[in-house]
């Protein structure tokens, strides 16, 4: 270790083959335009930490992106929960539901998705999350069969998107949070 000091420090050093004045060299700089090159390479990666905002067309087009698999999953919720209780839903009566609940949960979802990258938002959909999941599994557990046929669809759409809107850390915590309160409340979703 020793050796390798002493010989880095007497290595000598090597004189340029061309000696040129600073001025010399400022003038050739300017000259090739090395340096606006070099300016015009680092504007992309500073624009990239400001971010501007989507047009209100592209904020639309994202949100219908997941309001359509969302409307999907809430019918098909209330078909199963009404088949699970032996009851068989009309298409008016799934038609009523879907025309109640549609606006609130495109408007919930419009802005949600706008806002998603906000740490306040990834707050609310985390607590709305911890909120939701264990209220929906209470009723499944404890629930009559008419508040199960009124509730559970809605809690199990809002869940999902909750642990889909959520940066990744989020969504596991609060699923493993979730997953522990069912256990230590002998909860299951199973019927």
């Known amino acids: 270790m020793a050796k390798k000091r002493q010989t880095a420090q007497t290595t000598p050093v090597q004189k340029p083959l061309v000696?040129?004045?600073?001025?010399?060299?400022?003038?050739?700089?300017?000259?090739?335009?090395?340096?606006?090159?070099?300016?015009e390479t680092r504007k992309p990666k500073e624009t990239t930490d400001n971010v501007e905002p989507l047009p209100l067309a592209d904020e639309i087009f994202?949100?219908?992106?997941?309001?359509?698999?969302l409307t999907f999953?809430?019918?098909?919720?209330?078909?199963?929960?009404?088949?699970?209780?032996?009851?068989?839903p009309t298409a008016g009566d799934i038609a009523g539901r879907l025309f109640t609940n549609l606006p609130?949960?495109?408007?919930?979802?419009f802005y949600t998705t706008r806002h998603k990258a906000?740490?306040?938002?990834?707050?609310?959909?985390?607590i709305l999350s911890l909120g939701v999941g264990p209220r929906m599994i209470w009723l499944i557990n404890r629930g009559s069969w008419l508040v199960n046929m009124r509730q559970c669809p809605q809690f199990a759409t809002i869940w999902l998107y909750t642990v889909v809107q959520l940066n990744l850390n989020w969504a596991v915590l609060s699923l493993v949070v979730t997953g522990a309160w069912a256990w230590y409340t002998g909860m299951k979703l199973a019927l």
């Not at 000696?19 to 060299?25: C, L, M, V």
């Not at 999953?73 to 068989?88: E, N």
Request: overall charge neutral; glycine content about 2%.
């Open 104 to 109: 609130i949960l495109s408007i919930f979802v």
């Open 118 to 126: 906000n740490p306040r938002m990834q707050l609310a959909l985390f």
């Open 73 to 88: 999953f809430l019918i098909m919720m209330d078909i199963l929960i009404h088949r699970q209780y032996a009851r068989h």
């Open 62 to 69: 994202n949100a219908v992106v997941f309001i359509m698999p």
């Open 19 to 39: 000696e040129i004045s600073e001025d010399e060299q400022w003038r050739l700089i300017e000259q090739t335009g090395v340096l606006r090159k070099v300016a």
